[in-house]
């Protein structure tokens, strides 16, 4: 497996090795061996798989706070999208800055989205199939987001003509900067 950092370190694209013959294909997606002997060690308590119907769906930014914030490792199993995290650790020196990758079945690329980042997606083609592991249980008590839109965090989405599909919760999240710190200096 290929570990590549991204524009902000802590967050990685982890490309598997796929092979294939006239049967098809062949993946270890996931391998604890591996990726520890490349320095990546993390324990996973829960898979998630989402399927957005539509192009444009946008799931996000979410996030949770300590004591259950969560690293996800992303990845797309039919379809495509366009992943984002968001560094959302006050006094981080990329505070308030994104990452932005496209990850699709075809590149078979996963994004590691490590805590103290908000995560979203948004689909780039019809039934788009989404699956990460989770090192945390999702907890409702800690849940939070922030604005799809938030100016002061500059992503550029790929809209559709229309505006995106959003959930209802995404549709009130607010800014950044409307929020308590999320992770406060050294909290992560």
């Known amino acids: 497996m290929k570990i590549t950092p991204q524009a902000i ?3 990685l694209l982890i490309e598997p090795k796929r092979f294939g013959d006239d049967r098809g294909f062949f993946s270890e997606v996931w391998k604890r061996s591996a990726l520890a002997a490349q320095g990546f060690t993390v324990d996973f308590v829960q898979d998630n798989h989402s399927l957005s ?3 444009g769906v946008l799931r996000g930014l979410h996030f949770q706070r300590p004591p259950t914030s969560q690293g996800k490792l992303v990845r797309v199993v039919r379809g495509r999208i366009l992943d984002v995290a968001v560094d959302i650790r006050q006094g981080s020196a990329t505070y ?3 990452v932005a990758c496209e990850l699709s079945a075809d590149a078979w690329n996963q994004l ?3 805590r ?4 979203g997606f948004m689909t780039l083609e019809p039934d788009s199939e989404v ?3 989770v090192d945390a249980e999702y907890d409702p008590a800690t849940d939070g987001g922030i604005a799809w839109d938030d100016p002061a ?3 550029e989405w790929p ?3 229309a505006s995106p599909v959003l959930s209802e919760k995404d549709r009130k999240a607010p800014r950044l900067a409307d929020i308590a710190p999320p992770f406060p200096a050294g909290s992560v």
């Open 116 to 119: 103290g980042f908000a995560h």
């Open 9 to 11: 370190p802590d967050v």
């Open 53 to 55: 119907r539509e192009v």
């Open 131 to 133: 699956l990460y592991k």
């Open 96 to 98: 308030g800055r994104h």
């Open 153 to 155: 965090l500059g992503i």
């Open 159 to 161: 809209l559709p003509a």
């Open 112 to 114: 590691w989205v490590p």
